[in-house]
């Protein structure tokens, strides 16, 4: 695939950009050469090569979640203004 100067203009109007015809020039011929660039990438064989996200081995980092204050339902309804024995009473809402 070869960038032509449509393309150039269609991606100056898509990125609000106001390009000189120097700075067209350069960036087809940028854009070509990154294309260029993929293509040689796509000719290498990674069959063997198993897939990843990330570079690093990433396992879970996040802490175990464990209780540490228990069920204090009793004392957290006494700051209630009502309640129904098990939970809040609040005004309805819409």
Known sequence: M???D???EYVGILGKL???DEEKEQAKKDLNDML???GKLNEL???SVEA???TFPVS???REDVVTNGDDKENMLKNAPESNGDAYIVPETF
Do not use: G, K
Request: hydrophobic share 35%.
């Open 52 to 54: 990843m996200s990330h």
């Open 6 to 8: 449509e393309t150039i």
């Open 36 to 38: 260029d660039y993929v």
């Open 45 to 47: 064989d990674t069959t």
């Open 18 to 20: 106001e390009l000189s």
């Open 60 to 62: 879970n980092v996040m």
């Open 2 to 4: 070869q960038i032509t």
